[in-house]
């Protein structure tokens, strides 16, 4: 199977795959969110947005998403990974990793040395995913309220 | 965080057993590695054997193996069998109406174990060898002489 995976930069045929993958699981549909990210992350064409797309035998079995960010909550430009998703059908293939290894290089490529994400901490294959790359409970302390 | 003792001894055989999970190594191959008490450690692996996550080999030369999936065990499922992972404020008397102060101490406490618990529940004994293996490769570089 690895020699069918390829990892390729999303284009804007990519939309309905992406929207097809994100909704596996969920309840409610985001499309104009989505719409945006591509706006965003693939027409921009900036090499501090990263938007790529898993792809076997040319059909998108997942996605990872990241950018550079300056000086949120304090931090020094970091990148920051913010989506993942690879298609049940596929997953423990390796492809996860590929994604990750090279959103890695991209944000390397773009100037930063440290990665970022955070992830519901009820969703234990995603944590244990992360954690499997490397990754460690970092320096920045999420805090929440209720306020409705 | 503190863990208890057979916790420790627990998460110490079984990465040392998953390490290389066609070995057999006994109590005394484990105690004497880690400087550990082979009479402790003994009840902690009958208690791993019964759970299923090593497996007793008997015969000459037997041991323990590891007998589970290094990719779905977590360091929280070794722990779970030893102790229960809960911040204990110890006040058997506590009334609940009366005692704000210590209903905010028990909101902290569950703070600090609901992020502790997903720390050990997301680390797969894959992901704990792993990166105890790059430790290992790191330690090595440094003492290696610059040639």
């Known amino acids: ?148 | 965080m503190k863990l208890n003792k057979a916790s420790l001894f627990g998460l110490i055989s079984v990465l040392e057993l998953a390490s290389e999970p066609e070995r057999q190594l006994s109590t005394a191959d484990i105690a004497d590695k880690y400087g550990i008490s082979s009479h402790h450690l003994a009840k902690v692996m009958r208690n791993l054997v019964h759970e299923g996550v090593v497996q007793a080999m008997r015969g000459v030369g037997g041991g323990y193996r590891f007998a589970g999936n290094v990719n779905r065990t977590t360091l929280l499922d070794i722990i779970k069998l030893f102790e229960t992972m809960e911040s204990d404020l110890d006040m058997p008397h506590w009334n609940k109406a009366a005692d704000p102060v210590v209903e905010e101490l028990h909101a902290i406490t569950n703070e600090i174990d609901t992020v502790t618990r997903a720390i050990l529940d997301t680390i797969t004994l894959a992901t704990a060898l792993k990166n105890t293996r790059l430790r290992a490769e790191l330690a090595s570089q440094k003492e290696a002489p610059k040639s």
């Open chain 1, 1 to 148: 199977m690895d020699q069918q995976i390829s990892i390729e930069d999303a284009v804007q045929g990519d939309l309905e795959a992406v929207i097809a993958l994100d909704r596996a699981g969920l309840k409610e549909d985001k499309i104009g969110y989505w719409r945006g990210v591509f706006q965003r992350y693939v027409e921009s064409g900036r090499n501090d947005r990263v938007f790529l797309v898993a792809k076997q035998g040319g059909t998108p079995v997942g996605f990872i998403i990241g950018e550079v960010r300056a000086w949120e909550f304090g931090s020094p430009p970091c990148g920051w990974v913010f989506a993942l998703t690879v298609s049940p059908s596929v997953r423990e293939g390796g492809i996860g990793k590929k994604m990750f290894d090279e959103i890695c290089a991209r944000l390397k490529e773009a100037g930063v040395s440290t990665v970022r994400t955070m992830v519901d901490i009820d969703s234990k294959l995603t944590l244990s995913f992360f954690r499997g790359m490397g990754m460690r409970t970092g320096r920045y302390i999420e805090l929440e309220k209720q306020i409705d």
